[in-house]
T-cell receptor, first 115, second 112 residues
Framework: EAGVVQSPRYKIIEKKQPVAFWCNPI?????LYWYRQNLGQGPELLIR????????DSQLPKDRFSAERLKGVDSTLKIQPAELGDSAVYLC?????????????FGPGTRLTVL | DAKTTQPNSMESNEEEPVHLPCNHS???????IHWYRQLPSQGPEYVIH???SNVNNRMASLAIAEDRKSSTLILHRATLRDAAVYYCILNAGGTSYGKLTFGQGTILTVHP
């Protein structure tokens, strides 16, 4: 079974440039998550989708970050414009359905460097 | 959200058991205790979870205190591949279903 796929794996951009990350969850998983992980810290949830609906985006900086999950499968996370502080690893995860005991399956992440 | 407290780092020798502690004194009755680990340059990986009873799977065992205010992840025979950051997380119910709040975790070093 294929795992969560993310691309690109690495991205280097200059500040004020836009950037986008793509995630393909495990087939059949209705719930999709985007996390950000700063160096030396644990991942922090940015947004959670149930099918195509964003049900928790309280931690998403909405002035520059946006996300979409068209058709309830693939998802894209965008930053426009990027700032130096956005340098981090962006992780995508999926689970069959949300509950307090469902495990989440994480992708390898996209490492973003903003110069 | 209820918080967890873990040691910053621990060390072990290969093929020896490892006990990773976690304190969660403010846990609520519906919080599941989850453990994830993150190997270098990879996303976190589910290890085990439990509610009240001790749990075993192919990767590890989870021992939960009777009052649920602490738990211990047990790796029965550590290998070099077990070197990772281990996160103890409380997965809440209600409107926070599915929300994993990661702390800084415990960095486990395994010596050959």
């Amino acid at each position: 079974e294929a795992g969560v796929v993310q691309s690109p794996r690495y991205k280097i951009i200059e500040k004020k440039q836009p950037v986008a990350f793509w995630c393909n969850p495990i087939s059949g998983h209705n719930t999709l998550y985007w996390y950000r992980q700063n160096l030396g810290q644990g991942p922090e949830l940015l947004i959670r989708y149930e099918n195509e609906e964003a049900v928790d985006d309280s931690q998403l900086p909405k002035d520059r970050f946006s996300a979409e999950r068209l058709k309830g499968v693939d998802s894209t996370l965008k930053i426009q414009p990027a700032e130096l502080g956005d340098s981090a690893v962006y992780l995508c995860a999926s689970s069959p359905r949300v509950s307090s005991y469902n495990e989440q399956f994480f992708g390898p992440g996209t490492r973003l460097t903003v110069l | 959200d209820a918080k967890t407290t873990q040691p910053n780092s621990m060390e072990s020798n290969e093929e020896e058991p490892v006990h990773l502690p976690c304190n969660h004194s403010t846990i609520s009755g519906t919080d599941y205790i989850h453990w994830y680990r993150q190997l270098p340059s990879q996303g976190p990986e589910y290890v085990i979870h439990g509610l009240t009873s001790n749990v075993n799977n192919r990767m590890a065992s989870l021992a939960i205190a009777e009052d649920r205010k602490s738990s211990t992840l047990i790796l029965h025979r550590a290998t070099l591949r077990d070197a990772a950051v281990y996160y103890c997380i409380l997965n809440a119910g209600g409107t926070s279903y599915g929300k994993l709040t990661f702390g800084q975790g415990t960095i486990l070093t395994v010596h050959p």
